[in-house]
């Protein structure tokens, strides 16, 4: 074959280009660690020496100061060369050390390290029928998007997406009944109970060991006498709500279509679906070429989200960048006559859908 000479200042621009993403792969599993390991949390409640910090946390205190540096050089942690001490800013706690924070991404670290336990699995979805199943995955999955969409939820849910749809933040207030369909951890329905104290909230999930974890959550969050978590599919659950919600899963199920129509016919009379989804710009060039998440989250889509649609019965394979004029086409072959964009992030799509 052919090969095109090649151009010395865009192969050394290509070259950086890869560098950096090296690099992020590396910091994403040393954040990990920090998380992992508790060095953030020790770092967070003031500076210390590799050796300080390897006994706060039990660890050895030569890969301490080894990773201490990478962290350094990554501008995570701040070092001070005089007392050789390292120390986390506000912010640096904020993000990595606090979960209770609004910014924190500490802990979602797990679902980029879920793909590296599960390689082979992934690489053989690529060589065979395209097809894995959320559930085949390394635990580290569930944790990890648990943890990467909770923050979002938290800051946002009920201060801005529930109150972008039509009237459902009044009837929240009242009380109503609200089902979160995919519900994983249960991170989403936590905080709208929490927000809520007169609605009932039930989880569904097809996972059996996810319901387990979000049992737990509600019971340490204190509200599992408003929410409850039941096993389900997308296409059998049981009851009729004023709400139906589907946060960042809808494009990880085999069949929306039909998963939009079951929820239409299990909505209460002037019920709502609110579709949070993957943040996408409709126009494929326009959206690689100016979506900063679109990288993350195809190749994300194409190791997790599309082969567990592709295990399903359908196989529709929407993708995590199916975008707002795709997912409405959904909905429209679902039977809904409204469907609007009613919020959006930088790092999601919120959708309202009515029958
Ligand atoms: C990306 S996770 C999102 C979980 C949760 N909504 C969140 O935002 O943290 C997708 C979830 O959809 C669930 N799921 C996938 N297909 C399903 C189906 N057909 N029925 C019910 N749940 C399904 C998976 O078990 C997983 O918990």
New binding site residues.
């Given amino acids: 074959m052919a090969q095109a000479a090649i151009d010395e200042a865009r192969m050394g621009e290509f070259m950086g280009r890869m560098a950096g993403y090296m690099t992020g792969g590396a910091i994403c599993f040393g954040v990990w660690l920090g998380d992992e390991l508790g060095l953030y949390r020790a770092l967070a409640e003031g500076a210390k020496t590799a050796e300080e910090l390897a006994k706060a946390t039990g660890c050895h205190a030569r890969l301490v100061r080894e990773w201490a540096d990478g962290q350094a050089a990554a501008g995570l942690v701040e070092p001070d060369p005089a007392a050789a001490t390292y120390r986390l800013s506000a912010e640096g706690a904020a993000a990595l050390a606090d979960d209770n924070s609004p910014v924190f991404v500490a802990r979602g670290m797990n679902a980029f390290l879920s793909v590296s336990i599960d390689h082979e699995k992934i690489a053989a979805a690529f060589r065979g029928n395209g097809a894995l199943s ?2 085949d995955h390394h635990p580290c999955l ?1 944790n990890g ?2 943890w990467f ?2 923050t979002g ?1 938290r800051a946002f849910l009920p201060n801005d997406w529930l109150p972008a749809l039509d009237g459902v933040d009044a009837k929240l207030r009242a009380g109503a009944s609200v089902a ?6 249960g ?2 329905a936590v905080v709208i109970a929490t927000a809520y104290p007169s609605s009932t909230v039930v989880g ?4 059996p060991a ?1 319901i387990d974890t979000a049992r737990k959550r509600a019971a340490d969050a204190g509200v599992s006498d408003r929410v409850s978590f039941e096993l ?4 059998g659950y049981p009851g009729s709500y004023d709400l139906i919600c589907f ?3 809808l494009h ?3 069949d929306p279509v039909g ?1 939009a129509a079951y929820a239409r016919e299990h909505l209460n009379p002037d019920g709502t679906v609110l579709l949070v989804e993957p943040f996408a710009i409709d126009d494929k060039s326009t959206n690689l070429a100016t979506n900063p998440m679109s990288a993350l989250f195809y190749t994300v889509s194409s190791a ?2 599309t082969p ?1 649609s592709l295990s ?1 019965e359908v196989g529709l394979g929407l993708g995590a960048q199916a975008g707002e004029g795709r997912l409405r086409e959904v909905f429209e072959q679902a039977g809904f006559s409204r469907f609007r964009r009613a919020a959006e992030t930088p790092m999601n799509l919120i959708l309202e859908a009515r029958a």
């Fill in positions: 959320w559930g569930f998007t648990e969409f909770r939820y979160d369909v995919g519900c994983g951890h991170a989403s569904f999930d097809f996972h996810s389900a599919d997308a296409k946060f960042d899963c990880d199920m085999g998963i997790i989200c567990n399903q």
